[in-house]
């Protein structure tokens, strides 16, 4: 067992990055002499198949904070964590019938776009300029910092900030070709991240076997141990601890349920979450957006299929190394620190192995650098370069404007990871981003459902509601308890290890996103009966082809059993 690589693996990891840069590099070329305007630069307009979509999805999504967050959070919660994985997969299907056809009949490219389009310019502006700071102060700041502490740990652990300028300079290379190079080297990226996460979680398994002999050999005899040993992290609800009635609760308990709060987050929080981030985010929805109706819908219910598997990929390795740990055979757990759980069980893999995972977990980190800094670089150049700054820019112009913005927030994310100055580390990766995204989720979700469903939200009702909603999730995750109490009708607070009360913050959103349906729609009855600027919604564009159906059908009953299983 060695903490550090050896050549087979850093040979392993050269191919990987040759052959990624090489096929980014002949997809560019290719553009370049057959595509000239912004649009295909910045869309991939009408070029981009339902594989490669659906491809292009998950490796954006998954990364550092899902290898290395949600690996941990499988170490500290179990399988309920999947449920962010799961039911991402029905919201994708959700995204697929009912959001998709309303942007594509729209001719929606951004998200500020629909805004503008639905409701005003202010509204637009607002939100442009906060998908922009949420973009590079949360997501790409911890896609990179979680990164590359995850491969500095491998690597003997001197070397965090050469990783991350290493990392940052990959992204760009895919990133400055524009949305199709990124979206078809996704296509090896999320290859490369499903084998080498499967191998991980294979070898995780055989090694809970092989340090357990009581439970037998082979990965099915140390997935079976996983359940015989740690039998409360193969439950999909949390119990609360009031009532756990049978033995007293720890300070252990409190905080699993302030990170997922049983049935309350299937009733608020995670819908939240899942149906805003798949639903109304440029950095996801704009892999679609240049596609016909019926390749968009594939490919995203293609995404839907894969979300199913990564559990096994990401969340896992997490259990196996809870229960290694626990039984005193990860002694490289120091503190027993749970995002350091996926880089503790990949020192168990054989050399050239290692570097597969390595490269797997780069693949990750890189699509989600080089997606999110595309998106950011069409917001800005799209809509608020092009709108206010230089509104007869040439396509040409627009593309360089889009490359100088791709540089400067990547520059920005070293700068501010370089020392961790946002405490990314302090809070565990993937609640960091949950938990900071859903401040905006609820306001920013309201706005968009209500906006494309109901034809009388307004304008005011829309920029009232997505300040409101942050408001409310700032009242709700930091002062409700000391100004309201901590047992209220609408909520309960739990004392955290630090003495101060919290409520769990998939319960804020929900509270949130209840109390903002509602002032938006209090606001809108004084407006007209239908809005001038409401969509014409056509029944006919939500009918789905029979193939589509059928994959609906068979994820959603892939799901059921699953549940079905660990309830």
């Given at each position: 067992?060695?903490?550090?690589?050896?050549?087979?693996?850093?040979?392993?990891?050269?191919?990987?990055?040759?052959?990624?840069?090489?096929?980014g590099?002949?997809?560019?070329?290719?553009?370049?002499?057959?595509?000239?305007?912004?649009?295909?630069?910045?869309?991939?307009?009408?070029?981009?198949?339902?594989?490669?979509?659906?491809?292009?999805?998950?490796?954006?999504?998954?990364s550092?904070?899902?290898?290395?967050?949600?690996?941990?959070?499988?170490?500290?919660?179990?399988?309920?964590?999947?449920?962010?994985?799961?039911?991402?997969?029905?919201?994708?299907?959700?995204?697929?019938?009912?959001?998709?056809?309303?942007?594509?009949?729209?001719?929606?490219?951004?998200?500020?776009?629909?805004?503008?389009?639905?409701y005003?310019?202010?509204?637009a502006?607002?939100?442009?300029?906060?998908?922009l700071?949420?973009?590079?102060?949360?997501?790409?700041?911890?896609?990179l910092?979680?990164?590359?502490?995850?491969?500095?740990?491998?690597?003997?652990?001197?070397?965090?900030?050469?990783?991350?300028?290493?990392?940052?300079?990959?992204?760009?290379?895919?990133?400055?070709?524009?949305?199709?190079?990124?979206?078809?080297?996704?296509?090896?990226?999320?290859?490369?991240?499903i084998?080498?996460?499967?191998?991980?979680?294979?070898?995780?398994?055989?090694?809970?076997?092989?340090?357990?002999?009581?439970?037998?050999?082979?990965?099915?005899?140390?997935?079976?141990?996983?359940?015989?040993?740690?039998?409360?992290?193969?439950?999909?609800?949390?119990?609360?601890?009031?009532?756990?009635?049978s033995?007293?609760f720890?300070?252990?308990?409190?905080?699993?349920?302030?990170?997922?709060?049983?049935?309350?987050?299937?009733?608020?929080?995670?819908?939240?979450?899942?149906?805003n981030?798949?639903?109304?985010?440029?950095?996801?929805?704009?892999?679609?957006?240049?596609?016909?109706?019926?390749?968009?819908?594939?490919?995203?219910?293609?995404?839907?299929?894969?979300?199913?598997?990564?559990?096994?990929?990401?969340?896992?390795?997490?259990?196996?190394?809870?229960?290694?740990?626990?039984?005193?055979h990860?002694?490289?757990?120091?503190?027993?620190?749970?995002?350091?759980?996926?880089?503790?069980?990949?020192?168990?893999?054989?050399?050239?192995?290692?570097?597969?995972?390595?490269?797997?977990?780069?693949?990750?980190?890189?699509?989600?650098?080089?997606?999110?800094?595309?998106?950011?670089?069409?917001?800005?150049?799209?809509?608020?370069?092009?709108?206010?700054?230089?509104?007869?820019?040439?396509?040409?112009?627009?593309?360089?404007?889009?490359?100088?913005?791709?540089f400067?927030?990547?520059?920005?994310?070293?700068?501010?990871?370089?020392?961790?100055?946002?405490?990314?580390?302090?809070?565990?990766?993937?609640?960091?981003?949950?938990?900071?995204?859903?401040?905006?989720?609820?306001?920013?979700?309201?706005?968009?459902?209500?906006?494309?469903?109901?034809?009388?939200?307004?304008?005011?009702?829309?920029?009232?509601?997505?300040?409101?909603?942050?408001?409310?999730?700032?009242?709700?995750?930091?002062?409700?308890?000391?100004?309201?109490?901590?047992?209220?009708?609408?909520?309960?607070?739990?004392?955290?290890?630090?003495?101060?009360?919290?409520?769990?913050?998939?319960?804020?959103m929900?509270?949130?996103?209840?109390?903002?349906?509602?002032?938006?729609?209090?606001?809108?009855?004084?407006?007209?009966?239908?809005?001038?600027?409401?969509?014409?919604?056509?029944t006919?564009?939500?009918?789905?082809k029979?193939?589509?159906?059928?994959?609906?059908?068979?994820?959603?009953?892939?799901?059921?059993?699953?549940?079905?299983?660990?309830?």
């Amino acid at each position: 067992m060695s903490q550090n690589l050896a050549f087979a693996d850093y040979a392993v990891f050269i191919i990987y990055f040759v052959v990624v840069a090489g096929y980014g590099y002949t997809v560019y070329r290719k553009r370049e002499r057959n595509e000239h305007d912004a649009k295909a630069y910045f869309l991939a307009e009408g070029s981009l198949t339902w594989w490669a979509i659906g491809a292009s999805l998950i490796a954006s999504n998954i990364s550092a904070e899902q290898f290395i967050g949600m690996s941990g959070e499988g170490f500290f919660l179990g399988i309920a964590v999947a449920a962010y994985e799961w039911l991402a997969a029905i919201a994708l299907i959700i995204v697929a019938v009912w959001f998709i056809p309303v942007y594509l009949k729209n001719k929606i490219y951004t998200m500020p776009q629909f805004l503008k389009q639905r409701y005003n310019e202010s509204t637009a502006l607002i939100m442009a300029v906060f998908w922009l700071f949420l973009y590079v102060f949360v997501n790409l700041t911890s896609i990179l910092y979680l990164g590359a502490v995850a491969i500095n740990g491998l690597t003997g652990g001197d070397y965090l900030h050469a990783i991350m300028i290493g990392l940052a300079v990959f992204a760009l290379i895919i990133s400055l070709g524009g949305m199709k190079v990124v979206a078809y080297t996704d296509v090896i990226q999320v290859a490369v991240l499903i084998i080498g996460g499967l191998v991980t979680s294979y070898i995780a398994l055989t090694t809970v076997a092989e340090y357990l002999p009581d439970s037998g050999q082979g990965a099915i005899a140390g997935f079976k141990e996983l359940m015989r040993q740690a039998p409360e992290h193969f439950k999909m609800i949390i119990p609360e601890p009031t009532q756990q009635v049978s033995t007293a609760f720890t300070q252990n308990d409190i905080d699993k349920y302030l990170t997922f709060p049983g049935l309350m987050s299937y009733a608020a929080g995670i819908w939240i979450i899942n149906l805003n981030y798949w639903g109304c985010n440029q950095y996801i929805t704009q892999r679609a957006l240049g596609a016909d109706l019926q390749t968009a819908r594939t490919g995203i219910l293609f995404a839907g299929f894969l979300k199913l598997l990564m559990p096994l990929i990401v969340m896992l390795p997490g259990i196996a190394a809870f229960v290694l740990y626990k039984n005193g055979h990860l002694p490289q757990l120091v503190g027993g620190h749970k995002d350091g759980a996926y880089s503790a069980m990949l020192t168990f893999l054989p050399t050239g192995i290692k570097g597969l995972s390595v490269a797997a977990l780069t693949a990750a980190i890189v699509a989600s650098l080089a997606g999110k800094v595309n998106s950011i670089s069409t917001i800005y150049t799209l809509d608020v370069h092009k709108k206010y700054i230089q509104k007869n820019a040439s396509d040409n112009a627009q593309v360089n404007i889009g490359r100088y913005t791709v540089f400067a927030a990547m520059l920005l994310a070293v700068l501010f990871t370089w020392d961790d100055l946002l405490g990314i580390g302090g809070v565990g990766g993937f609640t960091y981003i949950q938990k900071y995204t859903g401040f905006i989720s609820p306001g920013v979700f309201a706005m968009f459902f209500l906006g494309m469903f109901w034809k009388r939200t307004t304008g005011a009702a829309a920029i009232v509601g997505v300040i409101a909603g942050f408001l409310l999730s700032v009242l709700f995750n930091e002062f409700a308890p000391a100004l309201f109490g901590n047992q209220t009708f609408l909520y309960t607070a739990y004392q955290t290890a630090k003495g101060t009360y919290e409520i769990p913050f998939h319960i804020c959103m929900g509270l949130s996103f209840l109390f903002t349906m509602i002032l938006m729609i209090g606001m809108s009855m004084f407006g007209p009966k239908v809005n001038p600027k409401a969509f014409e919604l056509d029944t006919e564009m939500f009918k789905l082809k029979p193939q589509t159906t059928v994959m609906v059908i068979i994820t959603l009953l892939i799901i059921a059993a699953l549940y079905v299983k660990f309830w």
